[in-house]
């Protein structure tokens, strides 16, 4: 009988140890994640495509490119602070070696890669890393190389002296030799974590 009358006291001592059920794991919401980020990499891409376009029936693929290595960090810099998310491009063959890939975003990359289109839009992929505090949610749109005016100066036949242009304002350049379709690089706009969770 003193047996089983400690045996239901352990019991209830455990079962009060246990405590309540841990809650369940925050989970992302990706659909808030690509209505907040979508727009962005549209309008940048609609804005740097528009300046591009006057640059170069003003001045010619060497006011494009010169165009383009001031305008794009600036509006990203612009729509970084009016969202509050940090755009950027980043490119496994980048003009500019700050825009390179980072580690925790190859396998994303890599997807865009294998597809830059899907149904006739570019693909996107959304990545969260780090814990806690530090973690992030990444939205990155696919930037398919398009003939026109993106070949001038990314494609298969740049013209001897523009490419030394282009080398002149990045050395080392890598961004050349894209066949139209093929992933040039990616719009990414990167949101604190906890934004997104639920």
Known sequence: MMTQRWTA????????????????APTLDEAAVIAASAPIA??????????LQAAIADGGPKGGVSVCQQAA?????????????????????HRNPAGGVPDDLREAYAALAAAPLVEGKPNRQIVQTGEGAEARVHFLSAIPMQE?????????????????????????????????????????VSWDAGRFLK
């Open 73 to 93: 960090p600036a509006i990203a810099s612009a729509q970084s602070e009016a969202s509050g998310a940090e755009v950027s491009r980043i490119a496994e063959k």
């Open 9 to 24: 006291l352990v019991v209830l001592a455990l079962a009060g140890c246990a405590g309540e059920p841990e809650p369940p």
């Open 42 to 51: 549209q309008s940048f891409q609609a804005e740097l495509k528009a300046q």
């Open 148 to 188: 026109q005016p993106c070949s001038v100066c990314h494609g298969t036949d740049v013209d001897a002296e523009l490419k030394a242009h282009i080398d002149s304002l990045y050395p080392g350049d890598l961004a050349t030799g894209f066949a139209p379709g093929e992933l040039r690089g990616a719009l990414l």
